[in-house]
């Protein structure tokens, strides 16, 4: 259960993603190399969300409205190899030419980086490429916000309803031309009393567990993690404020 924004606009792009999880499925401290970094499951060792020095953003989504069987390898290596191919065209190919997705239950997977935004959608029989956004053809610059959200528990509906709230939140959008904004007036909707369809989640056995923003702006890469703790202080009235940051020129 996850929710994924960007707000791109060949200038500069916002890449927000809020991860819900079972309570008790810890996060470890982020990793922070030389090449990338992306948060990390304590459980799977693996990560929904990615970062390339090159300038690429990788989120992951479980897509729960697929057939998923239990022998399947973590989803959660995905983005970990797709990060070692380098650049954004490079992740591209790999995805598209020498990926073996049949390893993995159904997902959704978004590739951004300056010039391209491609979302993939597997479903355990076909990988299918959908690009939100290229450089060279004008004709997919339509809209420049994009929304994907999972559920496991009543998937179709919560979904839904998700959607609803972002395309009448992004009709609004307009006025928000930062990260922190768009993080603050979307990604922590809770809803009053927070539910299952709120962005920023609580059910018994699930919630949001962090928040990871990448953002390209003023020939900078900016990337924020925010953790349990984080979102939990933030209910209570106190600041947003990441857990681990890291801020690296424009390849």
Known sequence: MCTVTL?????????????????????????????????????????WFGVSRQGVGIALLNNYLAESHSECRSRGEIILAALQQGNGERIRHWLEQDFQP?????????VVDPISVVVYHWDRDTLIRV????????????????????????????IQQRQKNFQRWSRQADQFRSGQEALHSFHLQAGAPPSPSGVLMQRPDRHSKSICQLSWKDEHLHWRYFNQQALVDTQKGAPLIASAELQFPKP
């Open 7 to 47: 707000y791109h606009n060949q200038q500069e792009f916002y890449l927000t993603m809020t991860r819900d999880e079972l309570l008790e499925r810890h996060e470890a401290a982020p990793y922070v190399g030389e090449k990338y970094c992306y948060p990390v499951d304590a459980q799977a060792k693996g990560t």
């Open 102 to 110: 049949n390893h993995y239950n159904p997902f959704h997977l978004l």
């Open 131 to 158: 690009p939100q956004l290229d450089s060279s053809n004008p004709r997919t610059i339509s809209n420049p916000w994009t929304m994907l959200t999972s559920s496991s528990g009543d998937s179709l509906s919560i």
